[in-house]
């Protein structure tokens, strides 16, 4: 990623790199050790991505767009909200309602109640009571091109979510859509968040 936005220039064509990880926690440019609460056999591996910790592995659909944000006349901001909104519709084709938390970039849903776009009912002190994690953001910008990206819980091995705080909030639920009762293979999620991101950042059509 890091040579392929280093070597393009103002024509290259945007990429988007669909990946599967081995076993692995990275840490964000900013991570603290302290996030990592118990890595075990899992290696961890620092990367130069934002955010904190997380945890990549099999069952889970990895996308890295590299995208020239020049040519789509968009900034961070409006990239992430993108990005997220390529991963709410993703999901609601698979009929889970995914949202988004302020201050916390990733998309979440109601584990009560994962088609109920709402929050859980009662008192909020706890902004991630009764909610359950279901996709992360990581993402950089170099020279206004972007790599890193956003990875989608689909079927995988939730225990070593544990051994961590999840983007560096203690305690947050991390869930996939196995859990949530939606039985589907990686790659038919992969086609559809791929989908969905090219709807979202590709480059507007010239006359």
């Known amino acids: 990623m890091q040579a392929f936005t280093a070597a393009r220039g103002p024509d290259t064509p945007d990429e988007f790199w669909w990946v599967a990880h081995p076993p692995v926690f990275t840490q964000g440019v900013a991570g603290k050790a302290e ?7 899992i290696p961890v591996v620092q990367s130069n991505r934002g955010g904190q910790v997380t ?15 020049r040519r789509l006349g968009i900034y961070v901001k409006e990239y992430v909200f993108r990005l997220e909104a390529a991963v709410i519709q993703t999901l609601e084709r698979f009929g889970v309602i995914g949202f ?11 584990l ?63 869930v996939d859509l196995a859990t949530l009762g939606v039985h589907v293979t990686p790659e038919a999620v992969a086609a559809v968040l ?14």
Request: proline fraction near 10%; charge should be negative; include cysteine.
């Open 35 to 41: 996030h990592v609460l118990g890595a075990g056999d």
């Open 194 to 207: 791929i989908e969905r991101l090219a709807a979202h950042l590709s480059p507007p059509a010239t006359a």
């Open 55 to 69: 945890y990549h592995g099999p069952g889970q659909v990895v996308v890295y767009p590299l995208v020239d944000l």
């Open 100 to 110: 988004r938390v302020e201050s916390a970039p990733g998309i979440y849903v109601n």
């Open 112 to 174: 009560a109640d994962p088609l109920n776009a709402g929050l859980p009912a009662g008192p909020r002190q706890d902004p991630f009571a009764g909610l359950g994690k279901i996709s992360a953001l990581g993402i950089k910008v170099s020279n206004h091109c972007t790599y890193h990206g956003v990875s989608l819980n689909v079927a995988m091995d939730l225990e070593p979510f544990h051994r961590i705080n999840p983007c560096g909030y203690a305690g947050l639920a991390t």
